[in-house]
């Protein structure tokens, strides 16, 4: 089984995917594929073993037909984010299908996905259809997804979230509404005249929402959010605009696929509440990090499973996030976490969004080493221009908050965070906006 088989089970007249306003019924992808599957302008080149197909497409429908071709020819179709770093070809698929990873053998791998990861280098993982497949109809449960759902969604499918929620509504036959640009002062018009009845965003997207949109929804049942912190006040303002919306934020990953989600008449003014574990999902905590027990992992993981983050469980057995390993800056004999201070930065109600980095206290030296004066730089968004007067007492409410050694040394305002296409923060690029600022400045 593969995914241009899923979508020939489907009403081939049924619509599938309505585009920036253009429609493709399920018929009209499978054909499409089928014919760029015998075009060997795309397919002209042997891709190592398994035969993989990387895709560097920026339109979705141009991605998901190429994505769908490779599967009719038996390979194995790979999304690039845009935001990855170009390395070798040769060296990337080595670094895959290794023989210590278990991935030599790709008979019953149909597709790959590739994260930029943490630090911009990319990883690749390889599934087999089952790895998502047998999970589609436990996740359109809880996700509230149905034959007759339409749901929008907004971006690449580089994104694993993106390409993950596509095939769960194609496997039942629904209709994904897709805008490919970001520009959120078109949602309202495509929610409306498309009958969406469901949104997918990041969270950093989807509480756009609350300052573009001019009218209620009471159409929308189901609002999906993942790979950011979601609280009960963020939830609360979507609520305003959509009544009836049952609210979901998952905790998961491109190794692990869902790993626990909350509802929004549960979460948490923190914002660190992610849940109770998904069916079949298993979930322990040693040491503070979190380790995952799953079927429906990529080839080559051995559970229990960590991807390095933090947290606890409380006494319901839900989990709670605390943030990476990674995260965690040791500044001046003292560990501080990045991610508290971010959490503790967006609880204010003046603040969108935040980011915490250690940089020098001299941004024109070269590199940056331990043995350089470095200082705790807040980056925050405002929610909006009205809000510059509340933020000149900002500081001083974070002393009620974080500890002496917390506080950051410099808050610094600006447009927007920079994010990759999977909704982390981009901190190579938040540090050359600051770099070139600094710069401009002096």
Known sequence: MNYIEMMRQQEQDRVALIEDGTEYTYGQLVKMAEN????????????????IHLIRREKISHQLVEFLAACERGEVPVMVPKDARQIPRERMIADAICTKNGTDDLENICMGVMTSGSTGEPKLFFRSYESWGDFFPIQNQIFGIHRDSRLFVQGSLAFTGNLNLYMAQFSIGATIVAQNKF???????????????GVYLIPSKLMCMPRVMRHTYPAVQTIISGSQS??????????????????TLYYGASELNYITYVTDDQMT???DLIGRPFPGVQVEVREQEIYVTTPYHVAGVVCPYTLSDCGYLDEQGNLHFTGRSDDIINLRGRKVSAFRIEEI???????????????????????????????????????????????????????????????????????????KENGKIDKKRLQQIWETQQGMSS
């Open 183 to 197: 520009n959120p002062r078109e949602w309202e018009d495509m929610i409306a005249g498309n009958r969406v009845d």
């Open 230 to 247: 979601l609280g009960k006040e963020d939830a609360q303002r979507l609520k305003e605009i959509f009544p009836n919306a049952k609210i």
């Open 345 to 419: 930065l967006r609880s204010q109600p003046e603040v969108g969004s935040a980011a915490v980095l250690a940089l020098p206290e001299d941004w024109r030296r070269d590199g940056y080493s331990e043995r350089q004066h470095m200082i705790l730089t807040a980056f925050i968004t405002l929610r909006d221009n009205n809000q510059m007067e509340k933020s000149k007492s900002l500081r001083e409410r974070l002393r009620w908050h974080l500890a002496s050694y917390e506080m950051p040394d410099r808050i610094v305002i600006i447009a927007d965070i920079p994010r």
């Open 269 to 271: 003014k923190q914002q």
């Open 36 to 51: 760029m599957s015998r075009d060997q302008k795309f397919f002209s080149e042997e891709r190592c073993r398994g035969r």
